[in-house]
């Protein structure tokens, strides 16, 4: 089953909200380490920007199969997920599982929960990644979560969603 984004405002959003916290942060650590270590008293706008554009850089070549995921493929052999810079990540349903996620969230338009789901190595149960499924159809969740035996209920009210059949 291949999934791909529906909604792609929503999505585009979500991950361009991702980026600029997962940029600025780490922007945050390179500016601090380096006002630590080499010069106090720097305060120029060159060297925000290279603090930025070095965060940039290294989050996007540490979380390439993370980023702006545009597709996920389900199969009963493999889960794989497709970004839209071109990256793709493999895991073998032998190794690893999926895991269906409900996030209780403040969501002001629409009182329901965020979807994600883990994916699970199944030796250690540790999650390996978990991926959101924001700008992706709530049906094709339910679908998913048939296809690797788990009940379709997404309504944040069941408790007994996530549990295999």
């Not at 493999?78 to 190794?95: H, M, N, P, W, Y």
């Not at 999926?98 to 002001?108: A, D, G, R, Y």
């Amino acid at each position: 089953m291949i999934v791909s984004v529906s909604h792609k405002g929503k999505w585009l959003l979500m991950q361009l909200g991702q980026l600029v916290l997962m940029v600025g942060l780490t922007s945050l650590v390179f500016n601090y380490a380096y006002r630590f270590l080499v010069d106090r008293t720097i305060n120029t706008p060159l060297f925000y920007a290279v603090t930025l554009l070095l965060a940039l850089v290294v989050i996007v070549a540490v979380r390439r199969d993370y980023l702006f995921v545009s597709r996920y493929e389900f199969t009963p052999e493999a889960i794989v997920v497709r970004t839209a810079l071109g990256a793709s990540k493999r895991f073998e349903t032998q190794d690893f599982k999926f895991v269906p996620s409900l996030h209780k969230t403040i969501n002001l338009p629409e009182p329901k929960a965020s979807l994600s789901f883990d994916v699970q190595n199944r030796k250690t149960g540790r999650r390996a990644r978990n991926y959101t499924w924001t700008g992706f159809a709530v049906e094709d969740f339910r679908a998913v979560c048939r296809l690797y035996g788990y009940q379709d209920d997404t309504d944040f009210k069941l408790k007994d969603f996530g549990k295999a059949r």
